[in-house]
């Protein structure tokens, strides 16, 4: 197993527990979450900018090109 950072952008949510859901989704295509925060909100995009540590097998590692970055 394999730590990796990542930064991810997830919709705005109607409330906290789907925004919340959304985030745990987005973030378990990439691997296991270890912990995640919310860093910033765009308020005109309507998006929320989360950076996150997950867990990935060697053999399903995201390249650094492929990784979203706000």
Do not use: H, Y
């Not at 859901?21 to 691997?31: F, S």
């Amino acid at each position: 197993m394999v730590t990796q950072f990542l930064t991810v952008e997830v919709a705005l949510q109607s409330s906290p527990a789907l925004l919340q859901q959304a985030i745990l989704a987005e973030l378990k295509k990439c691997g296991e979450p270890l912990r995640w925060a919310i860093v910033a909100v765009n308020g005109d995009r309507q998006m929320a900018i989360i950076e996150a540590v997950v867990t990935v097998s060697q053999e399903f590692l995201v390249p650094e090109a492929a990784i979203r970055t706000a």
